[in-house]
């Protein structure tokens, strides 16, 4: 795809090669947990630390994205997407593939630090490419296999991670070698993209947020819905432990496979479920989901029933991950897509960091049921919200039915 002369955008359609790279490489935004899940009780037991220090091994990478999530944002907004992802997924295979040889626990938390700051780039720059090169009814279709893809993802990976982690618990972070190819297929694949205007002198997170309450509401509850969504991720291990399952391929089978079915069967569905719902209908059936699975978390003790809390997991964040991407995209203007999508990336794993400090000393006095019946307060307080808010509906960029004129844009538009 050859730069115009004039540097604007040109409308041709991404290559299906570029389209799977992209998709595959969200797929990655997974593995910040869910491969270290399988093996995270025997980190806990080998290193000798508490449950809340586990759980730093699965959320440091939040603390990295919600220090210098708006700064990364910004370098996908100064300097276009190829080299910020292609670096971020670099970054990304060395600092998680550093868990193959650390000796100790401080180590290993440093280097969950620099892989969050590659994981941070590599979200930002998949949404960016993705919300630039698709609008419209199409866009929604896009979104919808970027969460199958995703959940997918979050299906092998794991199962991946639970049979190597029979090896030893170093071993799964070999999977996060997978940066490094990816990293060298942006460069190869991904045109050159033009560079943004520069933008006003101290222009940044805080003036984008700024006045913009529809923004600020929004990342609110991408806050919360990391601080929900993470008390499972973090203390399934030992809540399974307790009703005697600790093999840690069937932990990886209990943590990903029910969820990991329902978000595929979302996100084939999600563009056909557009049609009849709004995107405030959707968020708001994603958290009431989220909360009955915590209810059920809490109040379940038997390996069977179990499973419905991670199948109803799924079905919330097949919802709501393409429907607060689309949100969040069209609450600020198109200048400022990158930095926007980073405040996402930064809003989540921030929730997912706070989780353990939130959920865990209460956790520790108590159980986990009732921890867990506290962050299905926090889902009901959020839903109550979210009936209450005014949620509008993105403008319709492109035709309202998908047809053989719709054309994609080109990344360079973002």
Known sequence: MAEPQDGRPAKTSPSPALLTLLLFSSTLGVLGGAIVAPVLEVIRSDLGVSGTQAGLVITTHGLAMAVLGPWVGRVFDRWGVRAPLAGGLLLYAVGGGAGLVVPSFPVLIASRFIFGIGAGAVFTGTTVALLAMYEGPLRDRVMGWRTTAT??????????????????????????????????????????????????KGHGALQT???????????SLCVATGLMTTVFAVFLPQRLAQVGVSDPFLVAIYSVVMSAVTATLVGLLYARARKVLSYGVLIRIAVALWGTGLVLFGLVSDPVPLLLVPALTGLGSGIALPTLTVLVDDAVPTEHRGLASSLMATAMFAGQFASPFVFGPLIGVTSIGTGSLAAGGLAALTLLALLQADLPEPAVEGPADSTEEEQPKDVRSG
Do not use: K
């Not at 979050?154 to 940066?179: Q, R, V």
């Open 151 to 200: 959940t997918l993802g979050g299906l092998i990976w794991p199962l991946l991670a639970g049979a190597l982690g029979g090896i030893s618990w170093h071993t799964p972070f070999a999977i996060y070698l997978i940066g490094i190819p990816l990293g060298l297929a942006t460069l190869a694949l991904l045109p050159a993209t033009a560079r943004a205007p520069r933008q006003q």
């Open 209 to 219: 947020v700024r006045g913009n309450r529809r923004l600020l509401g929004l990342l």
